[in-house]
């Protein structure tokens, strides 16, 4: 289910209401509000401006000092040197798609290693009757097999 932007004020004491709740919110209460999910549109009441982009940035810097660090020293020194020149470009372009095949990379490959567990899992459980169909890969299983065993030999 996915849920419209959470429209917030910006009010120039740099306090944020929350429309749908009607009350002031903080910083704290947004950022978990993105965390699950929700994206938010944030609007200067005084000038009528969207300023979400200063709110999530407002965010990000708030983390990255928490944790004493946001990005590597060389990076930084790149992103004041050259600017909006190349790494707006960069960031825009190219930055977030990166993330996001960082992630669904990721869970890719955390979902087969699961696949491989439960595999491994199942395999030492099962019948010869039930791997029958895998009789191509037997020699490579005695591989493993030979190896175990001899591992289990050295042991004893």
Not at 19 to 40: C, D, F, L, N
Not at 126 to 137: D, E, W
Request: charged content about 30%.
């Amino acid at each position: 289910m996915e849920f419209k932007p959470l429209k917030l004020k910006k009010y120039t004491n740099r306090r944020l209401y929350d429309t749908e709740k009607s009350a002031y919110v903080t910083m704290e209460y947004v950022t978990e509000v993105i965390r699950e999910g929700r994206q938010i549109q944030v609007t200067d009441v005084k000038t009528g401006e969207d300023v979400t982009p200063s709110i999530l940035t407002q965010i990000v810097l708030e983390e990255a000092r928490k944790k004493k660090y946001l990005l590597p020293l060389p990076l930084l020194y790149l992103v004041i040197q050259y600017g909006e020149n190349v790494l707006t470009e960069f960031f825009e372009k190219h930055l977030e798609q990166t993330i996001r095949n960082y992630l669904l990379f990721r869970n890719m490959a955390d979902d087969q290693f699961k696949k491989w567990q439960e595999y491994a899992e199942n395999y030492s459980r099962a019948n010869p009757q039930a791997m029958a169909g895998l009789t191509p890969f037997q020699p490579l299983f005695d591989l493993f097999k030979s190896r175990d065993a001899g591992k289990k030999d050295d042991h004893t």
